[in-house]
T-cell receptor, first 109, second 114 residues
Framework: KQEVTQIPAALSVPEGENLVLNCSFT??????LQWFRQDPGKGLTSLLL?????REQTSGRLNASLDKSSGRSTLYIAASQPGDSATYLC????????FGGGTRLMVKP | DGGITQSPKYLFRKEGQNVTLSCEQN?????MYWYRQDPGQGLRLIYY???????QKGDIAEGYSVSREKKESFPLTVTSAQKNPTAFYLC?????????????FGEGSRLTVL
């Protein structure tokens, strides 16, 4: 059974810092991995989708990488802003879709 | 604009009542999903449907029911048999044919049992 872990569970950084969020998974037989953002009381917003054949995807200040062999993905956020404060979740698509528990990010002005 | 619409956003229910949460999408997606989110527990799959008139139980289907009579609509009924229904409910959809694609979510419905 696929297990997805996100570490750390919470992170607080000053504005302007570059940061990395981690997602690890136990079964490397995946189709894709997706990163989401969730603001309090809201739905999930898709940030990036990485297919299993890809190594990384970029969107603006966000860069997500995928290393299937080691069961890891990272979400890199450049020049963080207070508006980036949210919970970030990764989801791994194998036979079923499995979500990580999320990383709660706070960017302080 | 294409997207997923969930309603109502907030719902209060008395114990013993059934309630239905609406989920409508205009993305022409085949696959639709219902998740439940509780603090500290992440997202858990309730039901999913890959095609009209067909649906499958997820990890926590007990006390819930669904229907899929139209491609655009996937309503979730929370029955009185659900022992702890207070939660945040999220509907999602994606293109279901062939290779699994990007998953899109609605804004959620928060159900509170009084």
């Amino acid at each position: 059974k696929q297990e997805v872990t996100q570490i750390p569970a919470a992170l607080s950084v000053p504005e302007g810092e570059n940061l990395v969020l981690n997602c690890s998974f136990t079964d490397s037989a995946i189709y894709n991995l997706q990163w989401f953002r969730q603001d309090p009381g809201k739905g999930l917003t898709s940030l990036l989708l990485i297919q299993s054949s890809q190594r990384e995807q970029t969107s603006g200040r966000l860069n997500a990488s995928l290393d299937k062999s080691s069961g890891r993905s990272t979400l890199y956020i450049a020049a963080s802003q207070p508006g980036d404060s949210a919970t970030y979740l990764c989801a791994v698509q194998g036979n079923m879709l499995t979500f990580g528990g999320g990383t709660r990010l706070m960017v302080k002005p | 604009d294409g997207g997923i619409t969930q309603s109502p956003k907030y719902l209060f229910r008395k114990e013993g009542q059934n309630v239905t949460l609406s989920c409508e999408q205009n993305l022409n997606h085949d696959a639709m999903y219902w998740y439940r989110q509780d603090p500290g527990q992440g997202l858990r799959l309730i039901y999913y449907s890959q095609i009209v008139n067909d649906f499958q139980k997820g990890d926590i289907a007990e006390g819930y029911s669904v229907s899929r009579e139209k491609k655009e609509s996937f309503p979730l009924t929370v029955t009185s048999a659900q022992k702890n229904p207070t939660a945040f409910y999220l509907c999602a959809s994606r293109r279901g044919q062939g290779f699994p694609g990007e998953l899109f979510f609605g804004e959620g419905s928060r159900l509170t049992v009084l």
